[in-house]
């Protein structure tokens, strides 16, 4: 096995439970399942998925320069002699078989987050933490699903200082066998809001299958808790025994913050942390950022680092892409600034992101491009026209919106905000084309499928960006 791999050959066969078929590799450098993204050296998995069947590509893998593949039993004889197989009964039960081995041979500290909004930029901005004190390894964007978070615990290498891995769910008890499965020492709550309703009768049922996350911790292991949410108490509860810490707004949290004060690049933010002032930069705008970046703390702190070393790495967090990043785009007679929060939306990060938008000082006008959230269930239509509050007490100045449940927040603008509905995303470029003015403030969300990201991809063609504000 050589210094740079991941896996030995022969770690595999135990580790996937696998038999093989072929030349013992000498040890792969990476786990994929996708050859989009295979590196030379990969251990390739074939994942059947909803609309493709790895095994289809298994060939294509050994071309790329795979190592070897993980197969099922049903394809061994259509794909021996291709390269080295390790043959399996389920090739996802044998990409969580790995995941697991991973765990048990590390001595890592591990985190994971769950929450309903800022999973990903809580994950992100704790990963720039701890980097600056330790081999530190965390899941790829959004991989915190059945499949992502196996595959981030396969690629964990063995001498790892911290792990950090985001754990998403859509339906009640999603969260239990990903969180056995990672046996973090800190669990994060990042907020509970009303998202995936259509598999919960109430936001309840959304804090009760979140803190599922609590029954993998290890023993003596720390839960955080957003202070603020009104499932606060009912969260606690379900902690049990585990030592728990709180951050928010709340006098009774543990990392309370005090006050924000907005810069273009960011913000500086004042917090009384376990019975400390500290007042330090976040490289990110946004209240609710400031909020999560106190969980981050509490996390750093229970995992030994010194808190003001911790703040300070935080000066150099950038918002992950579609959540938050600003940009600097040239138009005729000046330019304009884009915020793109294009992936994903609920309501809680919809009204975040307009009071983002209400926060920023604009020489324009302050415009809000919106499209559906979904999974809402029953109560969409009241959920997307509810937003009209948060326009109106952030000052937008103009609203343009896509998709059939955004129709009924347009309809209920009073006709002084009302700029254009129209049925599908896309639609809009022309439209804000033709809209914008020097000066303006834009900013574009709704859910990943209401395709609101092409529609900031398209405007940064058209008007190619002067600079990152915020990337």
Not at 22 to 50: C, H, M, W
Not at 204 to 232: C, N, T, W
Request: charged share 20%; hydrophobic share 45%.
């Amino acid at each position: 096995m050589s210094q740079s791999a991941l896996w030995s050959g022969l770690a595999l066969v135990n580790g996937l439970r696998a038999r093989l078929i072929g030349a013992v590799p000498q040890g792969v450098s990476g786990v994929s399942i996708d050859t989009r993204t295979l590196n030379k050296g990969d251990l390739y998995v074939a994942i059947k998925g909803e609309t493709n069947d790895g095994h289809d590509f298994v060939a294509k893998a050994f071309e790329k320069g795979a190592g070897a593949a993980v197969i099922d039993e049903a394809h061994a004889d259509a794909l021996k002699g291709l390269g080295s197989l390790y043959v399996v009964e389920d090739t996802l039960s044998a990409l969580e078989s790995l995941g697991r081995a991973a765990r048990e041979r590390t001595q890592a500290r591990i985190t994971a987050i769950t929450g309903s909004v800022g999973k990903t930029s809580t994950k992100e901005a704790l990963r720039l933490v701890l980097e600056s004190v330790g081999h530190t390894h965390a899941s790829v964007a959004s991989y915190n699903n059945h499949w992502g978070v196996p595959l981030t615990l396969a690629r964990m290498p063995a001498q790892t200082d911290f792990g950090i891995f985001e754990i998403g769910m859509n339906h009640a008890g999603e969260i239990t066998p990903l969180t056995k499965m990672v046996r973090p020492h800190i669990a994060i709550i990042t907020t509970i809001a009303p998202v995936h309703l259509e598999a919960f009768d109430s936001i309840d049922g959304i804090a009760d299958a979140k803190a599922e996350i609590f029954s993998g911790l290890e023993p003596g292991g720390m839960a955080i808790v957003h202070r603020d949410i009104a499932q606060y108490e009912r969260i606690a509860i379900q902690a049990g025994a585990t030592h728990m810490l709180s951050f928010g707004e709340s006098e009774e949290a543990d990392a309370r913050l005090l006050s924000t004060s907005s810069r273009s690049e960011g913000q500086d933010i004042t917090a009384q942390i376990l019975g400390r002032q500290l007042t330090y930069h976040l490289g990110a705008p946004g209240r609710h950022m400031a909020i999560n970046s106190l969980s981050i703390l509490l996390a750093a702190h229970s995992l030994g680092l010194d808190l003001a070393t911790a703040a300070q790495a935080l000066a150099y967090f950038k918002p992950p892409t579609g959540r938050g990043a600003r940009f600097e785009l040239p138009i005729p007679n000046g330019t304009l600034t884009l915020i793109d929060e294009s992936y994903n939306a609920n309501p809680a990060s919809m009204r975040a992101a307009l009071t983002l938008l209400g926060d920023m000082n604009v020489k324009g006008r302050r415009i809000a491009i919106l499209g559906d959230m979904l999974e809402l269930g029953p109560q969409s239509a009241d959920l997307h026209q509810g937003l009209i509050d948060s326009i109106l007490a952030n000052k937008i100045d103009l609203v343009f919106a896509s998709g059939p449940m955004m129709k009924h927040l347009f309809d209920a603008l009073p006709a002084s905000l009302k700029g254009e509905w129209v049925a599908e995303a896309q639609a809009l470029v022309s439209v804000l084309t033709q809209s914008i003015k020097a000066g303006d403030a834009l900013m574009i969300k709704g859910s990943n499928g209401s395709r609101m990201g092409p529609v900031v991809a398209k405007l940064k063609e058209i008007f190619t960006p002067e600079q990152t504000i915020a990337d």
